[in-house]
């Protein structure tokens, strides 16, 4: 057995006992009341899911077991003290909810350098889509064709116990994790570089190997991947992705399922796939003012078109933070760092000044900063990564540490087949208490 894994055995069943005392014992407690609102605008504010990895604060942003982006940066191993944090130290945070040491970082390297062979028939997969299938369905379609190597489901299928469910999860799931730099990288090459696959580098770490395999050897886009890779990688459990990576997974689905599901989920327009829709917009604005240098006026009178358009403008606003998000500060210190003379750059932070003072405005928008999406595109296309249908993929590839990681422990806790009521239209008029003129 691992050290890590034996490690986990260690802290996680204890815990799993916790949480079945508080099932048992204390399942009658209230915790909460629920409004028609929120039930009708997304389930916004509800509590009802337990997720460990990570919590979203509304004025401090997201925190790993605790741990603000800043203080992970400063706190996680790195390859040398001017890089970046290596996204297998935030796994191993969020998985065993302790920081890691240098040791603990290497382990998990090696087991997912060990663990990285993808099956041929996988890649064939591939191949046989036509190039211009969007690379998320690409990506989806790939982990969905691994499906059959599910360690989970092959001890279930063996009639595995329940309370050992989390030992095979745990297995898949650094099986998956290990393999899927590899499939994202072989999605990309597919799709923009007509078939000409690079091989993984067993000397590299797992972020700095899809910038290789990807066609990226430069040590800043290394260290740009580092850093994506860890702050994208989770945004506690209620988040498309993560909640429908939950809910499959409760369903014992295997972590190849389970992950795809949310994957799909991230390709929306609403959660992932904003990074996309972000940089179109800002490459359509420079295009419709017809200067890559725009002015803050001109800014301005675009982001009032947009408005008076009916449309968003993508990357502002959160359903939950009330702040400028620290995922974008961290990017912009990165930038500021490493291209502060880039002119998509100064765009980009032209934008940062322009938007919340006209967003703030705008009577129903709570929250009118940047999140996550509003940078991300630029940085990438300064490094000639322009292809911005494939940015979704990256944020898949990070958001698995995440949710991955989550799901194991949803094993450990025994957690049940998710499955809420839900109520028709009439049940809610009468809650209300109000007369419809309409008949249901």
């Not at 998320?136 to 064709?145: E, L, P």
């Not at 399922?257 to 996309?276: F, I, T, V, W």
């Not at 991955?404 to 499955?419: A, F, H, K, M, T």
Request: glycine share 8%.
């Amino acid at each position: 057995m691992g050290q890590i894994k034996k490690k986990f055995i260690d802290r996680a069943l204890p815990k799993a006992e916790i949480v079945k005392k508080l099932r048992n014992e204390y399942g009658n407690v209230v915790i909460g009341e629920v409004t028609i609102g929120q039930v009708l605008s997304g389930m916004k504010g509800i509590v009802g899911l337990l997720t460990c990895t990570s919590k979203l604060d509304p004025e401090e942003g997201i925190r790993f077991r605790g741990y603000t982006i800043p203080e992970l940066r400063d706190m996680l191993p790195k390859l040398s003290p001017e890089d970046e944090p290596l996204p297998e130290g935030l796994f191993y945070l969020m998985l065993m909810d302790e920081m890691p040491t240098d040791e603990d970082v290497h382990y998990i390297q090696n087991e997912w350098i060990k663990r990285a062979h993808v099956p041929k028939h996988v890649f064939d997969v591939i191949d046989s889509l036509p190039r211009d299938t969007h690379p998320m369905n690409q990506f989806v379609t790939a982990i969905v064709a691994m499906a059959g190597s599910s360690r989970f489901m092959k001890a279930y299928e063996a009639g595995a116990a329940k309370k050992d469910y989390w030992d095979s999860t745990y297995e898949g799931v650094m099986d998956l994790i290990a393999r899927i730099p590899r499939i994202a990288a072989y999605v990309y090459r597919h799709t923009y570089h007509n078939g000409r696959h690079i091989e993984p580098d067993s000397d590299l770490d797992w972020a700095g190997n899809l910038a290789h395999m990807m066609g990226y050897d430069n040590d800043e886009v290394k260290k740009l991947f580092r850093l994506y890779m860890t702050i994208h990688a989770d945004h506690e459990g209620g988040n498309v992705s993560a909640h429908t990576t939950h809910l499959v997974g409760s369903a014992l689905a295997s972590p190849y399922q389970a992950y795809a599901a949310g994957m799909l989920g991230l390709a929306g327009p609403l959660h992932g796939l904003a990074n996309q829709e972000v940089i179109k917009w800002v490459f359509e604005m420079m295009q419709e003012i017809g200067t890559e240098d725009p002015s803050k006026e001109q800014i301005a009178a675009y982001v009032l078109k947009t408005l008076a358009d009916g449309r968003v403008v993508p990357g502002y606003g959160h359903a939950v933070l009330r702040k400028t998000d620290p995922r974008y500060i961290a990017q912009r210190e990165f930038c500021l760092k490493y291209l502060p003379n880039d002119p998509l750059f100064k765009v980009i932070s032209r934008i940062y000044e322009v938007v919340p003072p006209i967003l703030s405005t705008v009577g129903k928008i709570k929250n009118p900063w940047p999140n996550v999406d509003a940078h991300s595109g630029a940085i990438l296309v300064h490094y000639g990564i322009k292809e911005y249908e494939f940015y979704t993929v990256l944020f898949a590839v990070s958001r698995a540490l995440g949710v991955l990681s989550s799901l194991v422990w949803d094993r450990v806790y025994g957690l049940p087949l998710e499955r809420p009521s839900s109520q028709n239209t009439r049940w809610f008029i009468e809650k209300a208490g109000i007369d419809s003129p309409v008949k249901f």
